[in-house]
C-alpha cells in the first residue's frame, strides 16, 4: 500500500511514526505489506472510547492488511488478554485457544529429554505443518525437525498475535498448510514498562516467578528510536506422585479373559478400564518372570519371596498385588529457568528512507520431563545365569532341580538412581533491514542470521553392556571374591566390548538397594546430545497501486527470498550411540537386545547433519471489481502464486484465490482456495539408520515366522513435499443496529497427499508380495536361504489426511450504561470456539489402505469435536475483573476402540470421555498516574477440575503417562500474583 493510500485511510502521518509503519513492513518482507487500521472485531470499541489503535493485521495476503476484509479467516489475540487470563505462562496459554489446542508446551510434553521448548499446532495437524513467525519473520528453528521454540519470543514486547487459520504459502512460503501465527512486537514503545509476579499451584508445588523491564526512546532529534526489553522467569517442576487423582493409577490394559474359548464380546471386550493397575514384568528388588520360578521377588535383602500378581494379570499388567505404582517416579510438567533479552533500533533518513536492526538473546535451562528408574523389564530383563554368585541358594537349588541354566529377572532399579537431566539452549539472532518509497512503491528488503544451539544431558543412564557384563558376576576360584566373569574370561573378539569390560565392577541384582556403589559408578553413564540449528535469510520486495480500475486501485506486491537452514546433531558418546547391541559376547545379555542401535538405556540419539537451501519468487494482486453498486458495497478479488524451489526436493508452485463481497454494510461474504506445501525437514531428509531386530511374516513363504534378520529405520533424501489444498468460506457480521458487537463463522477442508512417514517392515513386506517394485527394492534376502535378512523401513511420501470443521467467534463491547442509564463500566464479551467434524489419515498398512477418523478421539490426537474460550470482562474506573470459561468437549477415548465399526477384537469397556468446564478468574486495581500502575490476582482452574479422563493413560511396562497432556489442565488451581507498570 502507497504512503498515499495510507494517509487517505488515516489521516497524515508525519515523522517517526510513518518511519515505524516503514520499519514494521521491512521487517515482515517475506509475508505481507503494512498499514495503520483499526481492527474491524474492535471497530465501534475503538469509536465509543474515540480512541484510533495502531494495528498491523496479518491476513494471509501482502495487500489486504485489514483482516475482516480479506478472503483468509484471522483470528487476533490480544496479548494483554492472555496474561490476565494466564499470567503465568504465554505459551502455554496460546494452547489453550481452540484453534492451536493441540499444541506441544512445557506443561503439555510427555516424557522428553528435550524439555523446554514448545511448538504450536494449529488444526491439529502436526506442529511442522504450522508456519511460527516473529513480526513477519520465520523464526529460527530450534530443533532437527525444523520447529521454532515459542518459548524464545520476548514476550514483554508483542503486543498482539495474529492467527490466519487458512492455508497461506502462496503468501508466506512453506509450512503454512495449517495456517500462521505471528507474534507482532510493539517495537514502537516509548517509556518504561515492565512487571513482578509470582506464582504456585494448591498443592504447594510448581512455584514461579517472573520479571520484565522494558524500555524505549527517541534521539537525535527523533530519527533514530530504540527499544530494549529483558525478562527472566522461572517455573518449578510438578512431579506425578503430588496429584491424588494420578495415585489411582487409572488405565487401559488388555483383557486377560479374552481367550479362544471365551472370545471378545460386547460384555467381554479386548480392553478394559481398571484402577490401580500395576507393572507385573519386574519389581523394585527384581522378579523372576516365566519358567518354573515365576513369580519369584527379592525382598531388600535378597530373600526370596513370593509376589503377588493380583488380579487380570497380562505379561506387562496387573490389578493390585505387588506390582509397582508407574506414577511415583515421573514428572508431570516440566520446568524450566529462562532470561530473554531483545533490541531493536530504526534510523529514519527521510520520510522516504529508513533501516533498522535488532538483535535476540535467550538462554534456557529445563530440567528433564522424565524422573523414572532404569527399568530392565520385557526384552531388557537381566538374563541371570545359574552360575551367578549373588543368586540365593535356595534359587540355586531350584534351578538344578528343574535342569534350568539361566532365568529371566525384571527389574525396576530405583536403586540404580532415577534418570535426570538438563536441556541447555542458547538462541542469538541478527536481523538488519531497510525501507524505501520510491515513486509510491514501497521497496523493503532484510537480511537475517541465527542460530540455537541445545545441549541435553541425560545422567543415570545405564549402559546396556556394561551392566549386563556386571551382573554376569561369579566366584574367583583362586581368592574366593566375587567377579565379572568377564574377568576370569576375557573378551577377545571384539575389541569395543573388551574395552569396555575393563574395570567391571560385579553388581547384585537381588534385593531393592543391593548394588554396590562401585558396580553403580561402572555402569552408569551420562548420555549427551549436541544440536545446532540455523538460519540466515536474505530478502527483498515492493508493493504498490500502479494503477485503479473502476472499482479503486490495484494492488501489486511482488519479491524474492533466499534461505538457508542448517542442523547438525553431534554425540560426544559416539562409541556407544553408535554400538549394534549383540549377544554374542555377553552371556548375561537378553537375546531380545541384539540387533538394538545405541548403548544406552535411554535416549540413545544418533548423529544427524544436513543443508537446506530455498529460492522463491512471488506474486500477488488484489482486484477491486465493485464499490458502492446496487447488488454490492464492495467485491474484490486476490490472487497470489509462489514459485518455490528447495535444494534437495526440488520445485513447487503454490496458489492462493480468494474472494470478498459486501451486499450490504454489515455482512461480508468470503471465499478462499489454495495448494500449500510442506516441505521435508532436516530430520526427515538425513536421519541416518536407526537399527532394531526384524520380526515379520513372510508371505512368500507361507506367512512363516522370518528367523532374525534386521530391520533400519531410516530418513529419505528423496523426499517431496506434502501437498495440501485447502478451501475456506465463511462470513463476517457487524450489525449497525447492535453496536460493539461482531461475528464470523468459516468453514475450513484441508486435504493433504503426500505425507510423509514410515508404513513399517512388515506393510513394506506385504505391498512387495503384492507386486509393489518399489517396496521390493526395499528388502534384503539371504541368496542361499531366501530368508529375509533386512528391510530398510525409510520415510515415504505415502500417507493422506483430510480435515474439516467449522470456527465460531462473536466479540461484544459495550458501556453498562447502555443498558440501564445509572450503571457504569465497561462490559466486553468474547467467544472462540471450534467445531471438528472429521480428523482422517489414510496411511497404507499390512492389509492395505487403512483410513481413521481421529475427530473425537482423546488419546492419541487429543481432538475432541467441540472447543470453546468464553472470555467476560468487566471494568469499573479503576478495578477490573475477567472471568473465562475453556469448554473441552466429549469424546472417545480411541475412536478405533468401537467394535461397532472395527470389531470386537478392538472393543474397550468404556470408551467415553466426559466434557470439562474450567473456570480462570482475575481481578486487577490500577492505581497511579492515569492509571499506570496495575496489581492483579489471578486463580487459573477455580474448582480444582481434574482432566477428563482423571489420570486414564495407556499402560505401558515403561510408565504411564496420563492421557490428553495438550487438552486438560494437569496442575489444578493455581494463584498469581503480580504488579504492572508502564510509565
Not at 37 to 54: F, S, T
Not at 75 to 96: H, I, M, R
Request: glycine share 10%; hydrophobic share 35%.
Amino acid at each position: 500500500m502507497s504512503r498515499k493510500a495510507i494517509q487517505r485511510a488515516t489521516g497524515p502521518v508525519k515523522g517517526r511514526n510513518f518511519r515505524h509503519l516503514s520499519r514494521s513492513s521491512a521487517s515482515v518482507l517475506a509475508l505481507m505489506s503494512v498499514a495503520v487500521c483499526v481492527h474491524p472485531a474492535l471497530a465501534q470499541q475503538e469509536q465509543a472510547a474515540a480512541a484510533p489503535v495502531e494495528q498491523v493485521v496479518v491476513t494471509g495476503s501482502r495487500l489486504i492488511t485489514n483482516g475482516v476484509d480479506a478472503p483468509t479467516p484471522v483470528t487476533v489475540v490480544n496479548t494483554q488478554d492472555l496474561k490476565t487470563t494466564s499470567p503465568g505462562d504465554f505459551a502455554a496459554a496460546l494452547e489453550q485457544l481452540p484453534e492451536l489446542a493441540n499444541s506441544t508446551g512445557v506443561a503439555s510434553q510427555t516424557i522428553s529429554f528435550a524439555g523446554g521448548q514448545s511448538y504450536l499446532n494449529l488444526r491439529g495437524l502436526g506442529n511442522s505443518r504450522t508456519l511460527t513467525l516473529l513480526d513477519g519473520q520465520r523464526m529460527v528453528p530450534a530443533n532437527v525437525q525444523g520447529l521454532p521454540d515459542i518459548n524464545l519470543v520476548p514476550d514483554a514486547m508483542i503486543s498482539r498475535t495474529d492467527i490466519v487459520t487458512g492455508g497461506a504459502s502462496a503468501a508466506y512460503g512453506s509450512d503454512a498448510v495449517a495456517g500462521v501465527v505471528n507474534f507482532i512486537l510493539d517495537n514502537n514503545f516509548t517509556g518504561v514498562k515492565g512487571y513482578v509476579q509470582g506464582g504456585i499451584s494448591d498443592y504447594d508445588d510448581g512455584a514461579s516467578e517472573q520479571v520484565s523491564l522494558t524500555a524505549g526512546g527517541n534521539f537525535f532529534s527523533d530519527r533514530l528510536h530504540v527499544v530494549t526489553s529483558f525478562e527472566y522467569k522461572h517455573q518449578d517442576s510438578i512431579y506425578e506422585a503430588s496429584r491424588p487423582w494420578l495415585m489411582n493409577d487409572v488405565a487401559v490394559i488388555s483383557n486377560p479373559n479374552v481367550t479362544s474359548r471365551n472370545p471378545a464380546s460386547p460384555t467381554n471386550p479386548s480392553r478394559i478400564i481398571s484402577n490401580n493397575v500395576q507393572n507385573s514384568a519386574g519389581s523394585l528388588g527384581g522378579l523372576i518372570v516365566g519358567g518354573p520360578l515365576n513369580g519369584t521377588q527379592f525382598a531388600p535383602n535378597g530373600t526370596p519371596e513370593p509376589f503377588d500378581f493380583g488380579t487380570d494379570q497380562t505379561s506387562s499388567t496387573q490389578v493390585g498385588g505387588s506390582g509397582v505404582n508407574g506414577n511415583l517416579f515421573g514428572v508431570l510438567v516440566g520446568g524450566l529457568t529462562q532470561a530473554v533479552n531483545y533490541t531493536h533500533a530504526d534510523y529514519n533518513f527521510s520520510d522516504d528512507f529508513s533501516v533498522f536492526g535488532q538483535v535476540q538473546f535467550a538462554h534456557d535451562v529445563a530440567p528433564t520431563t522424565s524422573s523414572d528408574p532404569n527399568r530392565e523389564t520385557g526384552t531388557a530383563a537381566f538374563n541371570i545365569l545359574s552360575t551367578n554368585a549373588y543368586l540365593p541358594a535356595s534359587i540355586k537349588t531350584a534351578m538344578a532341580a528343574d535342569h534350568i541354566t539361566s532365568l529371566s529377572l525384571g527389574r525396576i532399579s530405583e536403586d540404580f538412581g532415577r534418570f535426570w537431566g538438563t536441556t541447555n539452549e542458547d538462541t542469538y539472532n541478527f536481523v538488519g533491514g531497510f525501507h524505501a518509497l520510491i515513486r509510491d512503491w514501497n521497496v523493503d528488503g532484510y537480511a537475517e542470521t541465527g542460530q540455537v544451539t541445545e545441549a541435553v544431558h541425560v545422567y543415570n543412564d545405564a549402559i546396556f553392556d556394561k551392566a549386563f557384563l556386571a551382573s554376569n558376576a561369579v566366584v574367583n576360584p583362586a581368592t574366593g571374591q566375587i567377579v565379572c566373569a568377564s574377568t576370569l574370561n576375557p573378551i577377545t573378539n571384539n575389541p569395543y566390548v573388551a574395552a569396555e569390560a575393563v574395570g567391571c565392577q560385579p553388581l547384585d541384582v537381588f534385593g531393592n538397594g543391593s548394588p554396590s556403589p562401585s558396580a553403580l559408578k561402572y555402569i552408569l553413564g551420562t548420555e549427551i546430545d549436541h544440536v545446532i540449528s540455523q538460519q540466515n535469510v536474505f530478502d527483498l520486495s515492493a508493493h504498490g497501486e500502479p494503477f485503479s480500475l473502476w472499482a479503486g486501485p490495484v494492488g501489486i506486491a511482488f519479491g524474492g527470498t533466499y534461505r538457508t537452514v542448517a542442523a547438525r546433531q553431534t554425540e560426544p558418546n559416539l562409541p556407544i550411540n553408535s554400538e549394534v547391541l549383540s549377544n554374542t559376547n555377553i552371556p548375561g545379555m537378553p537375546s531380545g537386545l541384539n540387533g538394538k542401535l545405541g548403548g544406552y538405556e535411554l535416549n540413545d540419539v544418533q548423529p544427524l547433519a544436513g543443508r537446506i537451501s530455498v529460492g522463491e519468487g512471488f506474486l500477488e494482486t488484489d482486484v477491486p471489481l465493485a464499490k458502492d453498486e446496487w447488488w454490492a458495497k464492495s467485491l474484490s478479488f486476490d490472487a497470489a502464486g509462489r514459485f518455490t524451489d528447495y535444494s534437495q526436493s526440488g520445485a513447487v508452485t503454490t496458489w492462493k484465490l480468494g474472494l470478498v463481497y459486501q451486499p450490504i454494510d454489515d455482512l461480508r461474504l468470503r471465499v478462499t482456495g489454495s495448494e500449500d506445501i510442506r516441505a521435508p525437514n532436516i530430520s526427515e531428509l538425513y536421519t541416518a539408520a536407526s537399527v532394531g531386530g526384524l520380526a515379520v511374516t513372510d508371505p512368500f513363504n507361507n506367512n512363516r515366522v522370518n528367523p532374525g534378520g534386521y530391520g533400519y529405520t531410516t530418513g529419505n533424501p528423496n523426499l517431496k513435499p506434502e501437498d495440501a489444498h485447502q478451501i475456506t468460506a465463511g462470513a463476517t457480521y457487524q450489525p449497525s443496529w447492535l453496536p460493539g458487537f461482531s461475528g464470523s463463522v468459516d468453514y475450513y477442508l484441508i486435504s493433504v497427499a503426500g505425507e510423509i512417514t514410515s508404513i513399517g517392515a512388515q506393510s513394506i513386506l506385504n505391498y512387495c508380495y503384492q507386486g509393489q517394485a518399489s517396496m521390493c527394492a526395499l528388502v534384503t534376502r539371504d541368496p542361499s536361504t531366501g530368508y529375509v535378512t533386512a528391510i530398510q523401513n525409510p520415510l515415504l511420501n505415502i500417507a493422506s489426511a483430510v480435515t474439516d470443521g467449522i470456527d465460531l467467534e462473536a466479540d461484544y463491547h459495550a458501556h453498562m450504561s447502555d443498558f440501564v442509564s445509572n450503571w457504569v463500566g465497561d462490559l466486553r464479551i468474547r467467544l472462540l470456539s471450534n467445531f471438528l467434524d472429521n480428523l482422517k489419515s489414510t496411511t497404507p498398512g499390512t492389509a492395505g489402505n487403512v483410513t481413521i477418523n481421529r475427530a473425537g478421539d482423546i488419546s492419541n490426537t487429543q481432538s475432541p469435536h467441540w472447543r470453546a474460550n468464553l472470555t467476560v470482562n468487566y471494568d469499573l474506573d479503576a478495578w477490573g475483573a475477567v472471568v473465562r470459561e475453556r469448554y473441552i468437549g466429549a469424546g472417545l477415548f480411541d475412536s478405533t476402540f468401537n467394535f461397532a465399526k472395527y470389531g470386537f477384537a478392538n472393543a474397550i469397556s468404556d470408551n467415553d470421555v466426559g466434557a470439562v468446564w474450567y473456570t480462570d478468574a482475575t481481578v486487577n486495581y490500577h492505581f497511579g498516574t492515569d492509571f499506570d500502575r496495575e496489581v492483579y490476582f489471578t486463580v487459573n482452574n477455580v474448582f480444582n477440575r481434574n482432566p477428563a479422563a482423571d489420570g486414564l493413560s495407556s499402560f505401558s511396562v515403561e510408565a504411564t503417562q496420563p492421557i490428553g497432556k495438550t487438552l486438560y489442565d494437569m496442575i489444578g488451581r493455581t494463584y498469581t500474583l503480580g504488579i504492572r507498570f508502564n510509565l
